[in-house]
C-alpha cells in the first residue's frame, strides 16, 4: 500500500493582484515594479520538455534554497540578481501571500536576460554523450577518441544551448553564440561559466558528489553581468555520488534521472498528454532532491 506524499505539493500560483510577468516549466514570475520580480518556485517538474501532470514534494524549496546557497558560495566571482529571499522584508503587497511565499520564493532585480543556456560539462553524459557518439566532438568541440559514456572530460568544457521558443533547448557551438549576443560578451559568460563551475565543482566533491554538468543564465542589469534565475540545482545540474561513480555507463544520480527512467519503463512516447507519476515515484524524486541539498550545504532544508 502506498501513501501520498506528506508534503503539500504547489503545482500553480494564483496571486490575482500581482501582475504574471512569465510563467515557465517550473517558475512563476511576477511583475513587482519597475526594477523588481518576484519569483516562486512551485513543486512543477518537467522532463522531455513537457510538465508532468504530478509535482514533486519539497521541490520548490530545494531549489530555491540551494540556489540561495550557491549565490552566496560564488559571490567573489559573480554578483547576482538576489535582492533578499526574506518574506519579512518583502513589499507589504506580497505580504499576504506568506504561506505560498515562505521558502520558496526570491525578490530579485530585474535583469535583461542573455538569450542563452550557459553549459558546463565536465563529465561525458546526456546530450553531450550522444553528440560524441556521433560526431567525436561536442558543440564543435573536438574530444579524445575512446572516451566512454560518464567518463571525466580532459577539463571541464563550456557548450552553450540556445534559448529556443518551444521550450527545447538545442546545443550549439560557441561560434552561433557569438552572432547571437556579440563576441565579446561571449567570452565573459564562458569565462565565468567556467569559473563558477569550477570552484563548485570542487567544493561539491569534497561533500562527496560530483557535479557532471550543469547550466547557468545570466543578464545585464546596471551594474554589469550577474548570475540569474537559479544556480547549480538538481533541476539544472547532473548530480552523482562520487561513492558509486563508474564510468562506462550511466550513473547514479540526485537529480530528476529517477523520473526520465520511469517514463522511459512505462514508453510514454513524449508527446501530451503528459502522465502524472505514482505516489512512490513522487516521494522518491523528492528525497532525492534534498538528500543533494542536505549533502551539498551540510543543514537541513528550512521548514516552509
Known sequence: MTTKPSEPILLRTD?????????????????VDNERLLF????????????????IPEKGRVLTQLSLFWFDFLRDIVPNHLVTANV???????????????????????????????????????????????????????????MRESDKLPEPIFTPASKAASGHDENISFHEMAKHVGTADSETLRNLSLSIYKKAADYALTKGIIIADTKFEFGQTANGVVLADEVLTPDSSRF??????????????????????????????????APALPEEVQRNTGAKYVEAYRHLTGRELPQG
Not at 512543477?44 to 504530478?54: C, G, H
Not at 507589504?92 to 543556456?117: F, I, Q
Open 40 to 55: 516562486v518556485a512551485t513543486d512543477r517538474i518537467s522532463a522531455f520538455d513537457y510538465v508532468l501532470a504530478s509535482g
Open 88 to 146: 519579512e522584508q518583502y513589499p507589504a503587497s506580497l505580504r499576504k501571500y506568506d504561506a505560498e511565499l515562505r521558502g520558496r520564493s526570491m525578490l530579485v532585480v530585474k535583469a535583461n536576460m542573455y538569450p542563452v543556456e550557459c553549459v558546463v560539462r565536465g563529465y561525458l553524459s546526456g546530450s553531450g554523450w550522444k553528440e560524441y557518439q556521433q560526431t567525436g566532438e561536442v558543440c564543435g568541440i573536438q574530444l579524445p577518441k575512446g
Open 240 to 273: 552523482w555520488p562520487a561513492d558509486t561513480y563508474n564510468p562506462g555507463h550511466a550513473q547514479l544520480s540526485f537529480d530528476k534521472q529517477y523520473v526520465r527512467d520511469y517514463l522511459e519503463e512505462i514508453h510514454w512516447e513524449k508527446k501530451p498528454p
Open 15 to 31: 496571486f490575482p493582484d500581482l501582475e504574471l510577468h512569465a510563467s515557465g516549466k517550473v517558475r512563476d514570475v511576477y511583475r
